[in-house]
Nanobody, 122 residues
């Protein structure tokens, strides 16, 4: 499975960005999909996940501001990010799991994109 992200960039605080992640290859084995992020000097953290059936989960820091969605026909997952803050600055990674409702265990997320930079200026 290959994952390719797009949509990152530079935005002012309070602005919006929409990330996309297209999956290709053996996508039939993909169940849940998600977004993680890693800021400089920090550990990678979960941002949001979505199951094949559309159930979502968000980090507390992004609840009410970010929305994850997916188009199964296009094998694509999206992350709509509104009311962006400087602390949202990070490299955002798309990930895919074979597990229906995966935890944050790395072993449950075998497929990763190359990452896309999101920078929020104050």
């Amino acid at each position: 499975v290959q994952l390719v992200e797009s949509g990152g960039g530079l935005v002012q605080a309070g602005g919006s960005l929409r990330l996309s992640c297209a999956a290709s290859g053996d996508t039939i084995c993909v169940s849940a999909m998600g977004w993680y992020r890693q800021a400089p000097g920090k550990e990678r953290e979960l941002v949001a996940t979505i199951t094949d059936g559309g159930s979502t989960n968000y980090a507390d820091s992004v609840k009410g501001r970010f929305t994850i969605s997916r188009d199964n026909a296009k094998n694509t997952v999206y992350l709509q990010m509104n009311s962006l803050k400087p602390e949202d600055t990070a490299v955002y990674y798309c990930a895919a799991s074979r597990v229906v409702t995966p935890t944050t265990r790395t072993s449950e997320w075998p497929y990763w994109g190359q990452g896309t930079q999101v920078t929020v200026s104050s």
